[in-house]
């Protein structure tokens, strides 16, 4: 499998409703790319205070690299970074196999 990690530090101006909803279109395509088997997300909630400045972060899982790779060009997966990103102030991605 394939882990697809993000984090999101959004604009300030962004409101909650707004967030919910990028999650939400992100999550909507589970089941519409072929492999992306599950995304998971939430907000940062530690006392630790070694988030940097992003707020929120995603993990998708893949059923392989391949499939990893077939959702980074896919159409609907380009129409929600359409939606997504200009929300953002930063954004890091990282991924890794298990």
């Given at each position: 499998?394939?882990?697809?990690?993000?984090?999101?530090?959004?604009?300030?101006?962004?409101?909650?409703?707004?967030?919910?909803?990028?999650?939400?279109?992100?999550?909507?395509?589970?089941?519409?790319?072929?492999?992306?088997?599950?995304?998971?997300?939430?907000?940062?909630?530690?006392?630790?205070?070694?988030?940097?400045?992003?707020?929120?972060?995603?993990?998708?899982?893949?059923?392989?690299?391949?499939?990893?790779?077939?959702?980074?060009?896919?159409?609907?997966?380009?129409e929600v970074?359409?939606?997504?990103?200009?929300?953002?102030?930063?954004?890091?991605?990282?991924?890794?196999?298990?």
């Amino acid at each position: 499998m394939t882990r697809h990690y993000g984090m999101f530090q959004f604009k300030e101006e962004i409101t909650q409703a707004q967030v919910d909803n990028c999650f939400a279109v992100m999550k909507d395509m589970v089941g519409k790319i072929p492999g992306l088997l599950k995304m998971e997300h939430g907000q940062y909630d530690s006392t630790e205070g070694m988030n940097d400045g992003f707020t929120h972060g995603f993990i998708m899982t893949f059923d392989s690299p391949e499939s990893r790779e077939a959702y980074l060009p896919h159409p609907i997966h380009e129409e929600v970074k359409a939606f997504v990103v200009p929300k953002l102030e930063r954004v890091v991605v990282f991924d890794f196999n298990v």
